[in-house]
Structures are given as C-alpha cells and as structure tokens.
C-alpha cells in the first residue's frame, strides 16, 4: 500500500522532523499499531506554500479496515493532520478499452489497451527487478473456427506497456497501457485467420487482477485476403492425345503465405491437375513464384473444348480464375494429323470453312472474265460473218438483174457511179479484224 500526504505553510515554515504515519489495526486478534515515518517526495522541494508532498509505500498490511493518524510537529506544537479509518489493499482493476469486436486486416498492426487502477495506490509489481518499470502481461486466444466460444491455443504471455509520458505509478488515477502486433501466418504460423480473444493480467504485489474475470472480453476477427494467381498459360493450346501439354501459373500472396495447394480442373470438375512449385527453395511467396504441370492429352480425355480453370489457396482463402478451352483430339495413326472419322472430317471442314469459301470466290471471279472474254471474240466474229454474208447477197442480187435485163433485150445498162460500185468492192468497208480463234468452225 501506498500512502501520500502533503504539507502547506504559507508561511514557508518547514516541519520540525518528519512527517510520522500511525494505522492501528488488528491481526490474529491482536491489536497492531504501525509507526512509521514519511519520506520527501522531492527532498530540493522548499516551497511549502504550495503543498510539498512526502510518500510512505507500507507492504505487507493485512485486508480490511483500518485506522491511521499522520502526526508531525511544527515551531515545536505537535499537530494530528488526519485521522480516520482507512481500507487497505482494495484487489486492483484492469479495463480493456477496446471495442467489443474488433475487425482487422492480417496484414494490419493491431492495438490492444488496458487500463490498470489500484484504489490504494499501490505501484504495479516489476516481474523481474532489473526492469526499468513494471509492465502487465497480455494474453491472446486463438478460437476455434468452428466453434468461436471455444479456445483452440494461447498465446503469451506478451508484454503491455505505457507511452513515455505516462506516469506509471499514478495507479489510484490509473494507467493506460498498450500492445500492438499482427497476425500475419507467414511471420506467426499459428496465428493467421481466425477469431481471437485477450485478457490482461497485473498485480500489487498482494492480489492479482485480470481484465476478463469482470466479463470485459474483447473478440478479433482476423481477415486475410486470398492469394493472387496470374499468367495463366496452357502449351500448346491444341494438340492430340499424343500430345504433352503444359499447364502454368505464377502464385503471388501479399501476406507471404505459402500455398497450401495449387491446382488446375478440367472441365466441370472432369479432372483436377495438382502443380508443383518450379524452384521449391524460393519460399517469397510474398513475390510471385511459378507453379506448374505437364501432362498428356490422352490422360485428360478427347474433346474440342476443353474448359480450363486454374485455383489456388493459401490454406485459408481460395482464388480462382478461368483460362478459357483447350482442344485434344485423336492422332491420325497415319501422320496426316487429321485421321479420326467424320468427326475429325467435319472438324476440318468446320475450321478451315473460311479458306473455302474465299476459293470459291476466287473460282467464280477468274472464270466470269475468261467466260466473257470468250463471248465477245465470238460476237465479234457473228457480226463479221454476217456482214460478209449480205454483201453477197446484195452482189448475187445485182447479177440477177443484170440477167433479167439482158433477157429483155435490153444491151445497155447503167453501171452506176463508182460510189456504187464501192458497195460491192470496196475492201476498206469489210472488216476483216479477225484472227483465227475467232472463226467458228462448227
């Protein structure tokens, strides 16, 4: 127990002596009484018109009430300053201040605060003297997932301490105290995820509190973020039963968890592929590392579209996320890599669909110019033929005039200007443009 007084003169008179404590109390049901005498707080404080404060630490008084008297003399007059009963070593107190719940990232450094209070005023005891001050002790539970009411291990004891402006022997006001941490897996493998509890402990050297005995019980919910999974890749994309394709992700968790798995499914849940870490001594997890597979098309199964989803977990949280299709189909036994039936037929049919209706295009395109080519050399060559077929018609028809004339006696005819003789011989108005192609033999 601790015991405080403070002197005031105004006259700036000191005491003549000390200041003398007297407690009168009974033990065994014996009466006790306890003289003893008070010590300076500050022996170079001389202003006693302001108070000056002595200080007298009493261990070892037995609980309950008790009566004391502080006696001292000054100019020679003794004085009584003070006499009543007095309650010894009421048990101190610790008062989480925290919230009920507390939410946080695994990642985030968590506070935890407590505050110690001792009616008496009696000092928090040093757990080990070579301590620069006594400190409270902090203890975690981890909860069980299944069941948060129930712990599943206990952390600590860690210790709580004060802010460097806090007087720490101020315990009748009280002490604020703190401890901070995370709960990363990576740095604490037994920690990570989960529901946690706390409870502080302390003592006067007599009693010893404990912040949860009143029902202050504060619950953590620890969350976690799940890892990131990315350049997904399958190689090659396609291929045939013969084929060995190669399925490859890069794992990159942000609080440096190790991957409890990492895994590829086939399909609706077909077939599920575990990958393995490519270097195995690189556990910074924290930086992506790169996890992999190679396995042969006939041990997946045949089909064109495949769906391929990559996952991984880090034993807490799963991710998850799609690559998309791959195609195995049956190997040609005979090499042409297209031998499996009228599903491989139609297969064929089906991806080179394009390139086959470009070359029908093409066909139809080059045979409408020939074809048309072709059509005007023998329009051409109709068009010759039948003006040479009138010409000889007009000149078989002048001779038979001619002949009827002659008939009739008439020995004279006109032969017309030589304009009209150009309709007969003039070889500038036959068209003789042909060439031998352009001839209809038929």
């Not at 004339?405 to 004279?412: F, N, R, T």
């Amino acid at each position: 127990m601790t015991i405080f007084a403070t002197y005031t003169d105004v006259d700036e008179e000191p005491i003549d002596g000390n200041i003398t404590v007297q407690i009168f109390y009974t033990e065994d049901g014996r009466k006790i009484t306890n003289r003893t005498k008070m010590l300076e707080v500050d022996p170079a404080d001389t202003q006693y018109s302001d108070g000056k404060l002595y200080r007298l630490s009493i261990p070892g008084l037995p609980k309950g009430n008790h009566t004391m008297k502080f006696n001292f003399s000054n100019e020679g007059t003794p004085w009584t300053d003070f006499q009543g009963p007095m309650l010894i070593d009421v048990i101190p107190t610790i008062t989480v201040t925290d919230d009920a719940l507390l939410i946080a990232d695994i990642e985030d450094s968590i506070e935890f605060n407590a505050v110690y209070q001792d009616k008496d005023g009696d000092p928090i005891q040093k757990l080990d003297e070579l301590d620069p001050y006594p400190y409270l002790r902090i203890w975690i539970r981890k909860m069980k997932n299944s069941d948060p009411t129930v712990v599943h291990k206990t952390f600590g004891p860690y210790r709580m301490t004060v802010e460097d402006d806090v007087d720490w022997n101020d315990t009748q006001v009280g002490v604020p105290f703190y401890y901070k941490r995370t709960f990363n897996s990576a740095k604490f493998p037994e920690m990570g995820a989960g529901y946690y509890t706390y409870y502080v402990t302390g003592s006067d050297g007599y009693y010893t509190a404990r912040s949860d005995l009143a029902g202050a019980d504060v619950t953590i919910a620890v969350v976690n973020q799940g890892p990131n999974i990315t350049d997904l890749k399958v190689n090659p994309p396609a291929g045939y039963d013969t084929t060995t394709f190669n399925f490859q992700v890069r794992y990159k968790d942000r609080e440096g968890s190790a991957p409890s798995s990492v895994w590829v499914v086939i399909g609706k849940n077909h077939k599920t592929i575990e990958l393995t870490q490519a270097n195995p001594s690189n556990t910074d997890y924290a930086n992506e590392t790169i996890w992999s597979k190679a396995v042969l098309g006939s041990a997946i199964g045949l089909r064109e579209n495949w769906l391929v989803t990559f996952f991984a977990s880090d034993g807490n949280l799963t991710s998850e996320k799609v690559y998309g299709t791959i195609s195995i189909t049956k190997e040609d036994p005979g090499g042409g890599g297209g031998g499996g039936g009228d599903e491989d037929e139609g297969g064929f049919l089906a991806n080179n669909l394009f390139l086959i209706l470009l070359l029908i295009i093409i066909i139809s395109v080059v045979g409408g110019v020939a074809g048309g080519r072709v059509a005007r050399k023998k329009a051409k060559a109709a068009a010759a033929k039948k003006k040479k077929e009138d010409a000889e018609a007009k000149k078989k028809e002048e001779e038979a005039k001619k002949k009827k004339a002659k008939a009739d006696g008439d020995i004279s005819w006109d032969l017309g200007d030589d304009d009209d003789l150009g309709d007969l011989g003039d070889l500038d108005d036959l068209d003789l443009d042909f060439e031998a192609e352009d001839i209809d033999w038929e």
